[in-house]
Every structure is written in structure tokens, then in C-alpha cells.
């Protein structure tokens, strides 16, 4: 309901609402009475939406659904019958949710049905074989499906169809075929997988997607092969390998391609010349770098790259000096 009401008698309001039922949005609903709604839903039959809940009547709300099926949502459950119901559905199927209970019938759903759309039919109104069907027809429809009218035929037919649909697939349901055919469209269902059905196989299938996916990937699945590869394909996957996996050339590379990752290397690995590469990507990194790294060089580097890096300078008389 807007609350911008513009009226301030149900004179006024009557009035403005003879000119244009539409305007009965900005009545206040005290001062709505039969008549006013009655113009205002004849005049504009989108106005049910803003009638007072006690002012919708039978003759009302069909009036309404007449012209317009979209209105159905706003008709009360005890106003609802057999043929405003037929109405509303013929007109827009997703009004099947709107339906009373007593009133779904098998035509109803069958209607709501049309062109396989899955995406309006409640769960308790699905069938396995409405299911199916639509799935044959849009794969992505399987996100509207019950999940307990699920089986192996259908989660396969769904994920072959769209790897999306692999995170809505019953856990039990889930098999290493499966779960490899989902990975292999899409790197990040790996995540997904069930950890019992998870290897090292499918793992590296989702790395070679994207490098990224290894922050998925548990430790006891990680290799050294593995972590390079994830971070030849995106540096900032540095930050999710393993340190005892982490070596100075993966540490080189990581930092060539994401400047932001100095903070994750390993003490014992860290150089002067892995903080000079740092800083120049970005000086932000020499906030991580340790006092005994902090030569002039990474210094003076750091400052070029923004004057703002002063404050990260630990060793005090260069700080002075700069």
C-alpha cells in the first residue's frame, strides 16, 4: 500500500477516483466504503490490489479476475471458486500457487502445466512424469522440481543438461559418474561433490577449469603438481595451497600474477626478492614485509608506486630518511 495519500475526505477521495480508478492507491483505507472501490476496480481493475482486505466481495473479486487474471493473488482464499480459479490459471499459470487447496484439480495443474513450465506447480501437485518431461524440455527446470520425486535417471538427464543443476541433486543421489560429468562442465561443483565421492581426480578437473577451485579442494587431496597448477592459472590461488606444498618458485609465480599474496608465503620462504616483486604489483604488500626485507630498494619501490607506503615502512630511521 503507498503511503503517499493524497486525499483527505472520502469526498475528495470519491471524486479522484471517478476520474481514475487508479487513484484509489492513494486513499487511505479508512476511508475507502463499497461504492469508491467498486469505481475504482470497474475503472481500473488493477486497483484490487490496494481495496481494503473486508471490502473485497464475490461480485468484486470476479469482476477483477475478469479483467485482468494477475488480480487473482489479491483475492481472499474464502472468495475463491471453482471457475474465478479456471480463470485465473487460463489467463497466468503462475496463479496455480494462489489456489485454494479444495479447489486444485488435475485440469487446474494440467493448465498451469502448459509448455512444461515446472516453475508454478507446488510441490504436492508434481508428478515423476510432469517432472521428467520438463526436465526433457528445459533442463534448468529441474531447480523447480520436488526433490523427493529425484532419481537416477532424472538428477543424470538434469546435470547432462545444465551443471547448475548438479547443487540441487539429493546427496544421496550423487555417484562419482555424476559427480565427475558435473565437474567437468563446471570446475566449482567440486565443492559440491560429496566428500566420500571426492578424489584427487576430480579435483584436478576443476583446477585445470580455473586455478581458483583449489580453495575447495580439502588438504589431503592437494599435490605439489596440483597447487602449481592451480596457481599457473591464478595467482591468488596461492592463498589456498597448503603451506607445507608452498616452494619458492610457486611463491614467484604466485606474486607475478596476483600482487596481493606475499602475506601467504611461508617465513622460511620469503626473500628480498620476492618482496621486491611484491611491492611492485602493489604497495600495499609492504605492510607483510618484514623489517629485515624492508631493504631501500623495496622501500624506494613501494614509494613510487604510492606515497602512502610510508606507513608500512618498520625499519624507523629509513621511515625518517623517506
Same mark, same amino acid.
Given at each position: ?11 475528495? &477521495?470519491?471524486?479522484? +477516483?471517478?476520474? !481514475?480508478? @487508479? %487513484?484509489?492507491?492513494? $486513499?487511505?483505507? *479508512? /476511508?475507502? =466504503? #463499497? ?25 468484486? &473479486?470476479?469482476?477483477? +479476475?475478469?479483467? !485482468?487474471? @494477475? %488480480?487473482?493473488?489479491? $483475492?481472499?482464499? *474464502? /472468495?475463491? =471458486? #471453482? ?18 487447496r479444495d479447489l486444485e484439480t488435475p485440469e487446474l495443474v494440467a493448465e498451469a502445466f502448459k509448455r512444461n513450465n515446472l516453475s508454478h506447480i507446488p510441490f ?113 590461488a596461492f592463498e589456498y595451497v597448503r603451506p607445507d606444498l608452498q616452494t619458492y618458485e610457486m611463491a614467484l609465480m604466485a606474486l607475478k600474477k596476483g600482487g ?63
Amino acid at each position: 500500500m503507498n503511503e503517499e495519500y493524497r486525499y483527505e475526505s472520502i469526498e475528495m &477521495a470519491l471524486r479522484a +477516483v471517478k476520474n !481514475w480508478g @487508479g %487513484n484509489l492507491e492513494f $486513499v487511505r483505507p *479508512d /476511508l475507502q =466504503t #463499497p461504492e469508491m472501490v467498486m469505481i475504482a476496480v470497474r475503472g481500473n481493475s488493477r486497483s484490487l490490489e490496494y481495496v481494503r482486505k473486508d471490502l473485497i466481495t464475490p461480485e468484486l &473479486a470476479e469482476i477483477a +479476475v475478469k479483467n !485482468w487474471s @494477475g %488480480n487473482f493473488r489479491f $483475492v481472499r482464499p *474464502d /472468495l475463491q =471458486t #471453482p471457475e474465478m480459479a479456471t480463470r485465473a490459471v487460463n489467463g497466468e499459470n503462475y496463479n496455480l500457487k494462489y489456489v485454494r487447496r479444495d479447489l486444485e484439480t488435475p485440469e487446474l495443474v494440467a493448465e498451469a502445466f502448459k509448455r512444461n513450465n515446472l516453475s508454478h506447480i507446488p510441490f504436492h501437485l508434481q508428478t515423476y512424469e510432469m517432472v521428467l518431461e520438463a526436465v526433457r524440455y528445459v533442463s534448468s527446470y529441474f531447480l523447480f522440481a520436488n526433490p523427493d520425486l529425484q532419481t537416477p535417471e532424472l538428477v543424470r538427464l538434469a546435470v547432462e543438461g545444465d551443471w547448475y543443476n548438479f547443487k540441487r541433486v539429493r546427496p544421496d543421489l550423487q555417484t562419482y559418474e555424476l559427480a565427475l560429468i558435473a565437474v567437468k562442465k563446471k570446475g566449482g561443483n567440486f565443492e559440491c561433490v560429496r566428500p566420500d565421492l571426492q578424489t584427487y581426480e576430480l579435483a584436478m578437473e576443476a583446477v585445470k577449469m580455473w586455478g581458483g577451485y583449489i580453495e575447495g579442494v580439502p588438504y589431503h587431496l592437494q599435490t605439489p603438481e596440483l597447487a602449481m597448477l592451480a596457481v599457473e592459472g591464478w595467482g591468488f590461488a596461492f592463498e589456498y595451497v597448503r603451506p607445507d606444498l608452498q616452494t619458492y618458485e610457486m611463491a614467484l609465480m604466485a606474486l607475478k600474477k596476483g600482487g596481493g599474496t606475499f602475506k601467504f608465503v611461508r617465513p622460511d620462504l620469503r626473500t628480498s626478492e620476492l618482496a621486491l616483486m611484491a611491492v611492485k604489483n602493489w604497495y600495499k604488500n609492504l605492510e607483510h614485509i618484514p623489517a629485515h626485507l624492508q631493504t631501500q630498494e623495496v622501500i624506494e619501490t613501494a614509494l613510487k608506486k604510492d606515497p602512502k607506503a610510508k606507513e608500512f615502512i618498520k625499519v624507523k630511521e629509513r621511515a625518517n630518511e623517506n
